[in-house]
């Protein structure tokens, strides 16, 4: 199968072309910023490339030959998100238009874009069950609503397009060992103050997160490119979410974090707040897709591998 990923320098692409590399049956394409970067991740995880395989994002509309296009573009970082909220929706607009561009004149190539769990709006006092529950406003102006209008905007474009093979992925929560220490993920937080052995301050409130590995989102993709034509929207769920404060009591025992919990501790929210943030929405499911890993064990793989190094 030939693969093009865009967005290849991201942590969930790395963590992709990682798996896909792995059957010799794939030919893979990568589009970035910064190919000087890239080349040398390619390099230090020993992946075979060509060279006129890494380009600059506008010349995808010079190959033709291409089965799957994986769209990872977006931000890693809630702090890097809350800093470009009034951009964000012209960056995944320019991106995914790219590719729009590109199915339009070659329609018999599938399109995995990465969406986000946020898209469901102000909803996670409660997981998401139906996407009936949708409470996004498209006009609004707050900077923590952009990141999920751009979503919005964008699977409501794919949805109006039935012609194409289009799949969007909700991701609520994900891990892997290309994880960005410097980040402002709690999860990132915490293995940071392992490894500088400091505190971990935090919210004495709990919250809930649904941590997906590369393993089952990797599963769920090749569940879904089984189907000959989709276009759909679906939920990305591991085989179990996870609240905060066992992350907590299971870094403490196996790595020996120092946390404190505190009433005052302001959380960075760069897209609002949410207790419950995960989804019960298992309509994957109708297409083969069974998790194979809880959060907790995804959690414990990557902290097994970053905080060993």
Known sequence: ?????????????????????????????????????????????????????????????????????????????????????????????????????????????????????????????????????GSIDINSSKPEDMYAISKVNAENTHRKLSHLSIVDIRVFSYISDEIDISSRFFIADAFRSIMDSEILLTSANNITRDFIGIDDLYQLIISLLQADHLNILVDAYSKAPIDKFSILNFLQKSFNLKYELQDSFISLNATGNKTHYYSKNYIANEFGYIPQFSSLEVIEEIANKVLSQ
């Open 1 to 133: 199968m030939r693969i093009a990923f865009f967005g290849a320098s991201s942590q969930i692409a790395k963590g992709l072309i990682k798996k896909f590399n792995a059957n010799d049956q794939n030919n893979l394409y990568f589009y970035v910023r910064d190919i000087a970067n890239f080349e040398a991740w390619l390099a230090n995880e020993g992946i075979l490339y060509e060279a006129n395989k890494i380009q600059l994002y506008e010349a995808l509309q010079s190959d033709s030959d291409i089965d799957l296009i994986i769209n990872c573009v977006g931000i890693g970082d809630p702090a890097k998100t809350k800093n470009i909220s009034l951009s964000i929706q012209s960056i995944t607009k320019k991106y995914d238009q790219m590719v729009l561009s590109f199915l339009e004149k070659n329609p018999t190539t599938k399109y995995f874009f990465f969406s986000s769990g946020i898209a469901y709006g102000n909803i996670f006092s409660q997981p998401a069950e139906n996407y009936n529950q």
